[in-house]
């Protein structure tokens, strides 16, 4: 191979020599800019989308925090197991049905076995439930007192005054405070929770007053009745702006805020079915929620 041929391909004067000099910085210098200069677009977020992500932060934050909750479960009688506090027990319909039908007949269970009897709930699910329940104290005595029981039964009261079932929403605090195991503590709790609502509509309402037992919200029920104002007025769930909703009591403004989104991507809502789709949306209200809405 004849070398001395291309050796005067690769003689340069100085000029092709500090020209290719230069040549060899450039290139080292945009691979240096290449690998490290940052040539990504930062990405245009709009104030709308930007109040988006924030509301949906705050909902996976809220999320986080009522799975990390430990939830205290306490004692109660099961003679005043709701449909839902049953269902979520674990209760078939038709053990929830059998309690009921008992109590109509203003019947009472008095143990975990009895419980079991008149249910028919099963030997496994009575162990998990039996270390919830709670019996007034006298009826854990009924043996002691059997005898003495029995006679007062047998005797007949000719003296019961029939009870006039009068609106709760009319009580006063002293109307109140009349009702066993009601003093001036609860009677209160029980007109603020109505101040806050606007007014009952539905005595079951009463079972989110704290410190109300059942027994003392059976006594309630047995005195009070819920009379519809004339001045009541529905929300139109369908018209309501996002302030009217968030200030209902049973809506949060997160969820005021999903429901009009919801709505305006949607359509109207037709009844409370559609509205409990609603991701946050108090399924275990619905049922009184219902009575506040106009659809």
Known sequence: MNFKALNRYFKFTNRQQTGIFLLFIIIIVLQLIYFFADFSHPEVVSAEEKQWLSLQKEIDDQKQIKLEQKHTIYK?????????????LGMSVQEIDRLLAFRKENKYVNSAEEFQKVTKVSDSLLKVLAPLFKFPDWKQNTREFKTEKKEYEKKPSYNIEKIVLTDINQA????????????????????????ILG????????????GL????????????KIVMPASFKK???NDASLKELAQFPYFKYALAKQIVTYRSMNGNFNNIEDLSKIKGFPVEKAKIISLYLDF
């Open 76 to 88: 109660f009688n099961p003679n005043y197991i709701s449909d839902y506090k049953g269902y979520k």
């Open 172 to 195: 006063s605090q002293e109307d109140l405070i009349k009702i066993y195991g009601i003093g001036e503590a609860l009677s209160s709790r029980i007109l603020k929770q109505k101040e």
């Open 199 to 210: 007014g009952f509509v539905s005595m079951e309402q009463l079972e989110d007053v704290w």
């Open 213 to 224: 037992s059942p027994e003392v919200i059976a006594e309630l029920n047995k005195h009070f």
């Open 235 to 237: 929300i139109p769930i």
